[in-house]
């Protein structure tokens, strides 16, 4: 069932595919077959990209060893494309002026690199939206949510239980509370629980959920599982709302202007104009 934020989202996201790229045609959800008007036709899926940035983003994903595109890239409420849309300009080249990034994103010093859907355990598997690092070294695993309206859940069944029993639960114990291991918590809140198994490593590591203020079914869930993490573990998860993030990175004076323009465009294609100043009153950790 579609959240109101998610319907807002998508009236904004078809209205933007009119208006700022010129694009009357629906795109089709490959799910269903049916046209949908916040889904730009397949074959011209770049247009999913900032335009400033679109050629450099082009070509980093036509390199061999590059990310591949999800199916559902031409939507433009792609998770993926949001991911790539926002962090692209600091892939390289980090945060060289200011450390609104880095500081939202609790790294100790400025960002030296983003990178894209990285698998740090070949064994385990979780893909990582955007791994952020610091010029000191220290990493934060970014999990990137945008009109989702849940954080994913698992099958109960002898694969993942046995993924629970040998990967997951030995670690989270002493990092979650004992109820969320339970198999019907564990598997319901599955994706926010395995991002949670991440931080059992190197005890610098940060873990960062990105994910909109206004959609409250995704916040409410996210909470509900924080509230189960431990002092200790806590302090090194971040909760970070796309409308503030984006505001702070276009108010920050020490901020290149091309920087702030890059926020700005991220800010009128993601966030609906009703919605930008209402979040302002929800704070992150």
């Known amino acids: 069932m579609k959240s109101d934020y998610e319907k807002h989202l998508k009236a904004h996201l078809a209205e933007y595919k009119r208006r700022h790229l010129g694009v009357e045609a629906d795109g089709i959800w490959a799910k269903n077959g049916q046209a949908y008007p916040h889904i730009l036709p397949s074959d011209i899926y770049a247009q999913n990209l900032l335009e400033l940035i679109r050629s450099d983003l082009l070509g980093f994903l036509e390199q061999p060893k590059s990310i591949k595109r999800h199916t559902d890239f031409h939507h433009l409420n792609s998770s993926q494309a949001f991911a790539l849309n926002l962090f692209f300009p600091y ?7 200011g450390h609104t990034l880095s500081g939202a994103f ?6 030296a690199r983003v990178e894209f859907e990285v698998i740090l355990d070949e064994r385990e598997r979780t893909n990582v939206d955007a791994v952020l690092t610091s010029q000191s070294g220290v990493r934060t695993f970014c999990e990137v949510k945008l009109s989702e309206s849940e954080f994913g859940s698992a099958r109960a069944d002898a694969r993942h239980r046995k993924k629970l029993q040998n990967i997951y639960a030995p670690h989270l114990q002493g990092i979650v509370q004992p109820s969320l291991l339970e198999e019907a918590n564990f598997f319901r809140d599955y994706q926010i629980l395995r991002n949670l198994w991440l931080l059992h490593g190197d005890a610098t590591t940060r873990l960062a959920f990105l994910l909109p203020a206004a959609n409250e079914p995704l916040v409410a869930q996210l909470e509900r599982v924080l509230a189960g993490v431990t002092a200790q573990y806590r302090a090194r998860v971040h909760v970070v709302f796309v409308e503030q993030l984006l505001r702070r990175l276009q108010d920050d004076p020490d901020a290149s202007p091309a920087m702030r323009r890059h926020a700005q465009a991220v800010e009128e294609k993601y966030v609906p104009a009703g919605m930008r100043v209402a979040a302002q009153d929800r704070t992150s950790s």
């Open 91 to 97: 892939a390289a080249a980090g945060e060289p002026s």
């Open 106 to 111: 609790g790294l100790p010093d400025r960002l």
